[in-house]
């Protein structure tokens, strides 16, 4: 049964509520109402994405997610912080890996310093070696895109060369100016 949204409230009110209290049925009627900013920002600038993300509400944070115009990196007012920055103090180890992992395969930004300067790999505890791999693995990757795109205009024929992720440390070992 779905929770009783205040009189009145926003469809924007209403998807941060969702998001707030884990209730998937309310966040799904918002979708199919529409009339919502899929990153509306509360008072702090916390977002639905925000809420989900330290609550480890995960369907919420899927449905969340797969909203085309989900933005994945937005900085709350109070501490500068990401969703993602948010998930990294999630206290259960499952539940954190999880929102991380579903994060990081969005495009979350690695990278982003909240207002203490501290990105999420600053934030970390040193038994979170599993997400350490899996940040070290998106920080690759987005290694990687770019690779991609600084060589578009090295390929022949308006072929862009690009570089896989299977062979980008033998790329970057063998190509000149760049240092391992």
């Given at each position: 049964?779905?929770?009783?949204?205040?009189?009145?409230?926003?469809?924007?009110?209403?998807?941060?509520?969702?998001?707030?209290?884990?209730?998937?049925?309310?966040?799904?009627?918002?979708?199919?109402?529409?009339?919502?900013?899929?990153?509306?920002?509360?008072?702090?600038?916390?977002t639905a994405l925000h809420y989900a993300a330290s609550n480890a509400s995960f369907d919420v944070l899927e449905h969340i997610l797969s909203h085309e115009?989900?933005?994945?990196?937005?900085?709350?007012?109070?501490?500068?912080?990401?969703?993602?920055?948010?998930?990294?103090?999630?206290?259960?180890?499952?539940?954190?890996?999880?929102?991380?992992?579903?994060?990081?395969?969005?495009?979350?930004?690695?990278?982003?310093?909240?207002?203490?300067?501290?990105?999420?790999?600053?934030?970390?505890?040193?038994?979170?070696?599993?997400?350490?791999?899996?940040?070290?693995?998106?920080?690759?990757?987005?290694?990687?895109?770019?690779?991609?795109?600084?060589?578009?205009?090295?390929?022949?024929?308006?072929?862009?060369?690009?570089?896989?992720?299977?062979?980008?440390?033998?790329?970057?070992?063998?190509?000149?100016?760049?240092?391992?």
């Amino acid at each position: 049964m779905a929770t009783e949204s205040p009189k009145g409230a926003s469809n924007n009110e209403r998807l941060l509520a969702a998001a707030r209290d884990d209730n998937e049925e309310m966040l799904l009627e918002v979708f199919e109402e529409g009339g919502f900013d899929i990153n509306f920002q509360d008072g702090l600038g916390n977002t639905a994405l925000h809420y989900a993300a330290s609550n480890a509400s995960f369907d919420v944070l899927e449905h969340i997610l797969s909203h085309e115009d989900c933005d994945v990196d937005p900085a709350n007012r109070l501490e500068k912080a990401t969703p993602l920055h948010l998930a990294v103090r999630i206290d259960d180890p499952e539940a954190k890996k999880a929102v991380i992992e579903s994060l990081l395969e969005a495009g979350a930004d690695v990278t982003i310093k909240d207002k203490n300067g501290d990105t999420v790999v600053d934030l970390l505890k040193p038994e979170d070696v599993e997400i350490k791999a899996l940040i070290r693995k998106a920080q690759a990757q987005n290694s990687v895109s770019r690779d991609d795109i600084a060589s578009d205009e090295e390929g022949e024929e308006g072929r862009p060369l690009s570089v896989s992720p299977a062979n980008y440390y033998d790329h970057h070992l063998n190509c000149p100016g760049h240092v391992t």
